[in-house]
């Protein structure tokens, strides 16, 4: 690989909304102000800093452009996603009406080009390509209101770029992921285990839950490194079927009668106790008004006592002796809107959150970052879901990539798992660990499918979680399954896909250092089947059943 750092010039132009109007100019130095707002560009080697004060006016986005920059006609593109990818990631042509978030990556013959922001900006921010440039666009809103600075200086992003040759595309983004995150904080082992999700739905109890473990150990006999079992939405006082509503988190409800014995009894069988929750959303009829959300009614994390509720909810769970938090919906219950409804903005306008001095981005980093302090005691992982992977990394340790995949139906497995496997594993270990969800073993999904589907999560040396209904398996399967949780206890092996470039789910696979070749058959022989009902437990609504 021969690795060139591009030095990041000055835009050629700029763009700044308010909540009055918007402004435009070319930029000719460093510093460009429309009556009290002022943004400010920093060389920091070869990276470019952006800088934005504003004593009174609310300000509401940033655009920067950057004119004469050629791109091969035979390039394609890649960007992230907001938050979880939704099946909808993969290398494209150029497209003016494309929205790439966080970074891009454009590739041509071995050649491949990135540009990106360091994770942890201060802005959502997403990237726009075309024949003649390449545009920034920053959103600084506080919730869907400009933000209200008064007068501080807010460094908003630090824009990198990176021009790789002689490597693949992969190696490549792998390697600009590495740069854009200097400080990722990771598990010190590997992480597998159950989720009974995939065959229970919430409908589940601890007495079934103990069951789950102890089928679990014994997929798992031998093996050093203990799985987990983690209890998902079911386990709360409030707790609703079909609705996956949220706290209060103080104890379980009559189905888990005793959260913290429920935990020692998961470590007395040989496992480690992990858990679901949704911080945001409480029901508790305690809590203030002015805590909450005006758009929903969730907590909001700029209101300092009712960060410090969540940051008590947090302690409690580490406290019961669970050792790995799963904190789901956070992004959802902050801008109302799925990933995939994020076009290109994450909210709506019109409202803010409590604290008005500071950007969406900015209150997304404080709940992240208070979550993980308040675990720290205890060295609990966190595993963020629904979760905005660029604004958490260094923040939790683990990330669920991709929307939910299924024990119903494989072909939200295969579009929903594999997909974000693939196109999100360049960030594996340069972000946080990836997690694509679980391998869901009930009685509507093939183990044809499902084996392969469980060995490239634990070749590929992300997490494995399977959701087994107990009992599905024949003792072959089962022993199959065994070997598959060997290897995902280790993760020693690292696939990556070959064919990422050509495909939306990618079939061919390969780990160089350890001489693993695989090939997958992801297709059923009627084909792909369609429903045109929504998907049990999804925001996805599509015509993929």
């Known amino acids: 690989m021969d690795k060139c750092i591009i030095d990041i010039r000055q835009p050629d132009y700029i763009t700044i909304g308010t909540d009055k109007n918007e402004r435009e ?21 070869e990276h470019c800093a952006i800088f934005l004060t504003a004593d009174i006016t609310p300000v ?3 655009k920067l ?21 939704y099946s909808d990631l993969q290398w494209q042509g150029m497209s003016a009406r494309r929205f790439m978030p966080w970074y891009f990556a454009a590739t041509h013959e071995n050649n491949t080009i990135c540009y990106g922001v360091k994770v942890r900006p201060s802005a959502m921010c997403f990237w726009q390509v075309d024949s003649m440039g390449m545009t920034l666009f920053m959103d600084v809103r506080c919730g869907g209101n400009g933000v209200k600075l008064g007068g501080r200086k807010l460094e908003v992003a630090e824009v990198l770029g990176t021009k790789f040759l002689n490597c693949t595309s992969f190696e490549a983004l792998s390697d600009f992921c590495g740069d854009m995150c200097t400080d990722p904080i990771l598990p010190t082992y590997p992480v597998y285990g159950s989720n009974n999700w995939y065959y229970a739905y919430g409908d589940s109890s601890e007495e079934e839950i103990l069951s789950d473990t102890d089928y679990i150990v014994k997929l798992t006999e031998g093996i050093k490194n203990r799985p987990y079992m983690v209890i998902d939405d079911c386990w709360q006082e409030h707790h609703r079927l079909n609705e996956y509503n949220g706290g209060p988190w103080t104890k379980g409800n009559e189905k888990f009668p005793d959260m913290k014995a429920l935990a020692e009894k998961l470590v007395a069988k040989g496992v480690r106790p992990g858990i679901w929750v949704r911080f945001l959303q409480n029901e508790a009829e305690d809590i203030p008004s002015e805590w909450r959300l005006s758009t929903n009614g969730c907590l909001d994390p700029s209101n300092p006592q009712a960060l410090e509720y969540i940051k008590r909810d947090v302690k409690r769970i580490c406290d019961w002796g669970y050792t790995l938090i799963k904190h789901d919906f956070s992004t959802f219950d902050l801008f109302g809107r799925w990933g995939f409804e994020m076009n290109p903005l994450v909210t709506k306008d019109g409202w803010h959150f409590y604290d008005e001095s500071m950007t969406s981005a900015e209150v997304v980093k404080l709940l992240y970052k208070a979550i993980l302090e308040a675990s720290k005691e205890t060295n609990t992982i966190i595993l963020g879901c629904n979760a905005i992977g660029h604004l958490g990394a260094g923040l939790m340790h683990m990330n669920r990539t991709g929307d939910d995949t ?7 497995t295969r579009s929903m798992g594999i997909n974000t496997l693939a196109f999100r594993l360049p960030q594996h270990g ?18 044809k499918f499902n084996k392969q589907w469980a060995d490239l999560l634990a070749q590929s040396g992300t997490s494995l979680f399977v959701s087994a209904r107990p009992g599905l398996l024949s003792e072959a399967e089962n022993e199959e399954l065994h070997k598959i949780m060997v290897i995902a206890s280790e993760q020693k092996h690292h696939v990556v896909p070959t064919d990422w470039e050509d495909t939306d789910c990618p ?3 390969e780990d160089k250092l ?5 090939k997958y058959n992801w297709y059923e022989e009627c084909g792909v089947r369609f429903k045109t009902q ?12």
């Open 406 to 412: 299924s024990g119903l139906n494989w072909e939200r």
């Open 25 to 45: 100019t070319i930029i000719n130095n460093d510093l460009v102000q429309f009556d009290d707002v002022r943004v400010e560009f920093a060389k920091t080697g």
């Open 60 to 62: 509401r986005w940033i």
């Open 514 to 518: 350890n001489n693993i070749k695989r």
């Open 65 to 85: 452009r950057w004119n004469n920059m050629t791109w091969d006609k035979k390039a394609r593109f890649l960007g992230d996603a907001w938050e979880r990818g």
């Open 534 to 545: 929504a998907v049990r437990y999804t925001p996805y609504l599509s015509i993929i059943g």
């Open 430 to 447: 340069k972000f946080y660990e990836v997690d694509a969800d679980c391998v869901g073993i009930d009685y509507g999904v093939s183990w």
């Open 507 to 509: 079939e061919e696979w």
